[in-house]
Structures are given as C-alpha cells and as structure tokens.
C-alpha cells in the first residue's frame, strides 16, 4: 500500500507541470492594431478607423469585444462590432471599423486621438498587444509659446516668480522630428523667451546655451531638447520651464611656445632658419667649381700659391739685373 501511495503522489507530481501548461495555454491571444482613413481631418469632420483583430492562440476566443480606453477631442465615436463582441476561431482575423468626428479641442492642440483594449469573455494569454491608439491630426490653428530658462541645480528644479533666469540662450522650434524649421528665439535677462506663430500640436525645442551654462532638458534633464505642446486658446502665460546650471568654462590650450637657441650656441654656428638644410646626397661644390672645404687641403694650397709668387718675383729681379747689365 505505502509503494502504491508513493507512486500515485509520484505521478500526481508529474502530472501537475502539464496541468499548468495546459491551463495557462487554454486562453486565446488577441492581438489589435488600427489605422485612420486619413492623414489629416478638418475640425467637426467624420473620422473612420479600421482595426483588424487575430486571434494568435491555438484556443477559440469567445465574444472579443470592447473594454474601455480614452479619448480627446472626437466625438461620437461608434465601436459598433467592438461593443457587442463576436468569436474569434483560433488562427482566424477580423477587420472592423468604428467611427466618429473630430471637434473643436482637436483644432486647438493640432490632433485627437482614440484609444481602446479589446478583451475576450474565456481570458487573455498576452494583454500587451490587445491595446491600440490612433492619432488624428487637425492642422489649422497657430499660436505662440513661451517659457524661461532659469537657474538651477538638477533637472526636477521648480521655477517660481523670484528665480533667477539664464540670458542668452538660443532656443529653436522645429517639428517633432526636426526636420522642419518654424521659429526662434534668445532669452532675455530673465530667462523668458517667446516663439511666435507655432501650429498646434507638439514641436520640438532645441536649446543653445551660452558658454559657462548646462541647459538640463527632456525627461531626466539629460538633454538639449524637449517637446512641447502647442494649444490655440486666449492664455499668454509661459508653458515650458526648463533649468540650466552653471559648469566650468574650457579655457583653450596654450600653443607651444618656439625653441629658442641654445646658450652655447653661437650666430655663426647656427644655420639660417630661411636656408633649407642640405640632404644628404647635397655637395657644396654643387653649386660651380670652388676651394675645397676641407681644412689641411686648404692650408696646402695656400703654401704653394706663396712658394710660387715667391719664385716668379725672384725670376723677375733676375730678367731685370741681366738686362741692366747687357746695356751696360
């Protein structure tokens, strides 16, 4: 009996790995993804937005249907299918489409969005691809934005009215890629800055910082860049804080200075910084025939040159004494 026992636990123990495999493989896998019917909607126009849904399990999803999400600035949004529900086969896909119109928010921040999860009744096996948003441009609408650049120690500084503020500082505002240029600005005394006639929506601002100042922007202040809203509404207050810090300023290196001479050397045993030195296949005799440069050489000739000036003066007293003597 006790071996009977044992080998039941035994193949009960086995047996519950698969059971937990089997359990967790038994819920269907939705996966959702949508796109817009167009690429930009006037205000109050009907947006129509395509999801398609696949069923990525092996196991039947039962009643895929809508479970909530978020919204801003449509209107009327229609999930049609998506509210009611429907099967999904294991494998299979389904294309719906939901509607709705854009209103007068969209035209103030340059776009709406819809977001959405769908769920199935019998579970989910992965809720990380089950979730989709759609974004809905409204172009139209313009405004200015403003800020200021004001000193502080770390990216998480707070401005308030008595801060002081970082002069100077170039700031561009480009498109969210920056690839379109649309306005620039320079801070003044107090930091402020103003970019004027800006389409709503998000653009991108690009900070320069006058040497001996850290602009600390984006998310952990590791940046020098941040994105910023553009809304189109009556309000004139400044919207972007960002803070800069003080840092060393670089000094340029010295350039070394010119060698100067040796004291034991003399003019004349320098050459010429103007003459090119000579190579070493270079003869200075290359130049037409000359007095060899080598010392005893040159004391040599000079010996001869004298013996024989010597000789022909005496030569010459000699032709003079003979001839003085035949006129005689």
Do not use: C
Not at 58 to 81: F, I, L
Not at 93 to 114: D, E, F, I, P
Not at 155 to 168: N, S
């Amino acid at each position: 009996m006790r071996k009977l026992a044992a080998a039941l636990v035994g193949v009960l123990v086995a047996a519950l790995p698969a059971t937990a495999a089997l359990a967790a493989a038994a819920k269907p896998d939705i996966a959702v993804t949508s796109a817009a019917d167009k690429a930009s909607y006037a205000e109050g126009e009907t947006f129509t937005i395509t999801v398609t849904v696949k069923n990525k399990s092996s196991v039947d999803a039962k009643r895929v249907h809508y479970t909530g999400g978020d919204s801003e600035g449509v209107d009327d949004v229609a999930y049609g299918e998506l509210s009611s529900g429907f099967d999904l086969a294991a494998g299979a896909s389904k294309t719906v489409k939901l509607t709705g119109k854009t209103n007068r928010v969209a035209w103030q921040v340059g776009r709406g969005y819809v977001a959405f999860e769908l769920r199935a009744d019998n579970g989910e096996a992965n809720a990380a691809d089950n979730i989709t948003s759609v974004r809905l441009l409204v172009p139209g609408a313009f405004d200015d934005l403003g800020g200021y650049v004001f000193q502080g120690e770390s990216y998480d500084a707070e401005w308030t009215p008595q801060t002081a503020g970082v002069p100077g500082v170039k700031v561009v505002a480009t498109t969210a890629d920056g690839k379109t240029r649309y306005a620039e600005a320079v801070t003044d005394a107090k930091g402020l800055f103003r970019l004027a006639h800006l389409p709503a929506g998000d653009v991108l601002l690009t900070f320069t910082a006058p040497a001996g100042w850290k602009v600390m922007a984006g998310e952990n202040g590791e940046y020098d860049h941040t994105l910023a809203q553009v809304t189109a509404d009556d309000s004139d207050e400044p919207r972007v804080f960002v803070p800069a810090k003080k840092v060393p300023v670089s000094s340029p290196s010295a350039s070394p200075s010119p060698s100067s001479p040796s004291p034991s050397s003399s003019p004349s045993s320098s050459p010429s910084s103007s003459s090119p030195p000579l190579s070493p296949s270079s003869s200075p005799t290359s130049a037409g025939p000359g007095l060899p440069v080598t010392g005893d050489k040159t004391m040599l000739l000079v010996g001869a040159a004298a013996v024989a000036l010597a000789v022909g003066i005496g030569l010459v007293l000699v032709a003079r004494r003979r001839r003085v003597r035949l006129q005689a």
